[in-house]
């Protein structure tokens, strides 16, 4: 099966999966807005896309405690957006793919977990510059996809002479389950694979 990306387009697909990510170098894009809906809960999620710093707007539906929107200042574009009950416990959790500007087109992470249909925590995802082993060869051009109970982070890995705009090693995925941390939600990683 051939799985060699040639360019990074906004969606690509692989195994019959979409994975959201980012235009190498893109600046600005068009305004960010979808409405996302699972289990009696609904989120409406858009961003300006207007230039490398943008505002991020969520507006919840269905919470028993929460209703205001949830704002917050995000570097980059949003790329893509997608709802999930990873953790499998009844009440779901959004996921907002963010691709800062640059050549880089480093990916980034804003989720939240409903608690008991009544309000949002966030969930952290811990950047991979966090692991030597796992930024080894990184320089962005991620893509992120909710996969069977797991959300998927891809990259490909660049050797040390690569150019940003010519990887030439494998392609590099993480898969993250979802966990209850001290103070909030945390992706896990649960696999690294290279392909």
């Known amino acids: ?3 060699t990306l040639r360019h990074w387009p906004l969606v690509t697909f692989t195994l019959g999966l979409a994975f959201v990510g980012s235009v190498a ?4 894009g068009p305004a960010f807005s979808k409405r996302l809906e699972l289990q009696g809960f609904a989120f409406d ?5 207007e230039g490398s710093i943008n505002q991020l707007r969520i507006v919840p539906h269905g919470l028993s405690q929460q209703s205001a929107p949830i704002t917050s200042e995000i570097e980059g574009t949003v790329s893509g957006a ?9 009440f779901p959790e959004i996921y907002v793919y963010v691709t800062s ?3 880089g087109s480093y990916g980034s992470l804003v989720g939240y977990a409903v608690n008991q249909g009544k309000s949002v925590t966030p969930i952290y995802l811990p950047p991979v510059s966090d692991s030597p082993a796992l ?3 990184y320089m962005g ?3 992120f996809a909710v996969v069977e109970g797991t959300l998927i982070q891809r990259f490909p890995i660049y050797r040390d002479l690569d150019t940003n705009a010519r990887p030439s090693g494998k392609i ?3 898969q993250y389950k979802l966990k209850a941390g001290e103070a909030g939600w945390v992706l896990r990683l649960d696999r690294s694979t290279e392909y």
């Open 1 to 3: 099966m051939n799985r």
């Open 25 to 28: 170098g893109a600046q600005a």
């Open 45 to 49: 999620v858009t961003s300006t896309n």
């Open 82 to 90: 997608e709802i999930d009950d990873l953790d499998a416990n009844g």
């Open 101 to 103: 500007a640059g050549s």
């Open 135 to 137: 930024s080894k060869g």
């Open 141 to 143: 051009h991620d893509e």
């Open 172 to 174: 590099r995925q993480l």
